[in-house]
């Protein structure tokens, strides 16, 4: 019980980081492949969300804010808002990419949520104004290479229509 709360708690975390509401899912312009192994939360306020035993993979699409509109300036802006979310929260390098022609920025972080440690894998791709944000994320323990890979393959998947 207490897993399954922390992951309605994450999730409503990520759907509330931006400043507008996500766009509705009859806006939907990418597409992407879901590994073996994943189930669909047709129930989810997210673009996508996905879930496989306690990990859980969401997109949501938010309008970059004027103060934030570059994918540095977005990822800096994100991490403040994470900062004040999370007691604990300790970030790796971002990388920054392309994902299907567009700007993409890479960050990894770790949190105490509740006492729980998690990890999350996020890809930011950016256009037109908008954030499409791709998160993955698990309790710390269960981020194995499976997960990740998992996390690769729905990231390289990422196309717009």
């Not at 990418?30 to 129930?43: D, E, M, N, Y």
């Not at 699409?61 to 300036?73: H, K």
């Not at 979310?85 to 300790?90: E, M, P």
């Not at 994902?99 to 256009?127: C, N, P, Q, W």
Request: charged letters at 20%; glycine letters at 10%; proline letters at 4%.
């Amino acid at each position: 019980m207490r897993r399954s709360g922390l992951l309605v708690v994450c999730t409503v975390f990520f759907l509330s980081l931006g400043l507008v509401p996500s766009l509705s899912a009859a806006s939907l312009d990418f597409s992407l492949i879901v590994p073996k192994g994943w189930t669909q939360r047709t129930q989810s306020k997210a673009l996508a969300q996905y879930k496989k035993g306690p990990g859980s993979f969401l997109v949501t699409a938010d309008t970059m804010p004027q103060t934030a509109n570059t994918p540095d300036g977005y990822v800096a802006f994100v991490k403040g808002q994470l900062g004040q979310a999370f007691k604990s929260v300790t970030y790796e390098p971002v990388v920054a990419g392309r994902t299907d022609g567009h700007d993409s920025r890479e960050l990894k972080y770790s949190a105490d949520a509740s006492g729980i440690k998690m990890k999350f894998d996020v890809l930011y791709v950016f256009k037109e104004g908008k954030a499409y944000t791709l998160t993955g994320g698990t309790m710390a323990d269960f981020f194995t290479p499976e997960f990740e890979a998992d996390l690769k393959a729905f990231f390289g998947s990422f196309k717009f229509k």
